[in-house]
């Protein structure tokens, strides 16, 4: 074997082995990839980054505009399409793909999917 692994980027141990397509340390178990950047790979695992209709990322605060009409169950007018909705929060784990919690004039308290509104 003439190629050096490289050491672990949790414990810094230099018994790193090769399995499969990953690089194992067994003093902490911490396992990665070879082609990744390591001092960036345990931060940007947890990171999920939600975007909007047209591929713009979101974040907890912003404005959007709602791009096509949405029924609404109970009104008989729905939220029409352009409607702006300010200060968004993000949520992980959201009903049925839902994962913008928000506060709409006229309707009051809803969840949206990012794939119905745009970065305004």
């Known amino acids: 074997m003439t190629e050096t692994l490289p050491p ?7 018994y790193t082995y090769e399995m499969g397509a990953l ?8 396992e990665w990839s070879p082609a990744s950047d390591d001092t ?16 713009n990322a979101l974040a907890d605060g912003d404005t959007v505009t ?6 609404v ?9 352009g409607t702006k909705v300010r ?4 949520i992980e784990d959201g009903v049925d793909g839902h994962d913008i919690d928000c506060k709409i004039d006229g309707f009051g308290p809803m969840q949206l999917k990012s794939s119905v509104v745009k970065k305004a």
């Not at 672990?8 to 230099?14: L, V, Y």
């Not at 690089?23 to 911490?30: A, F, I, N, S």
């Not at 169950?73 to 399409?81: D, L, T």
């Open 8 to 14: 672990c980027p949790q414990c810094a141990s230099a």
């Open 23 to 30: 690089l194992v340390c067994p003093e902490c178990g911490h």
């Open 40 to 55: 960036t790979a345990p931060a940007d695992a947890d990171v999920h980054v939600i975007k909007d209709a047209v591929g």
């Open 66 to 71: 709602v791009v096509k009409t949405l029924k």
């Open 73 to 81: 169950k109970g009104s008989p007018s729905g939220i029409k399409a």
């Open 87 to 90: 200060n968004i929060r993000l």
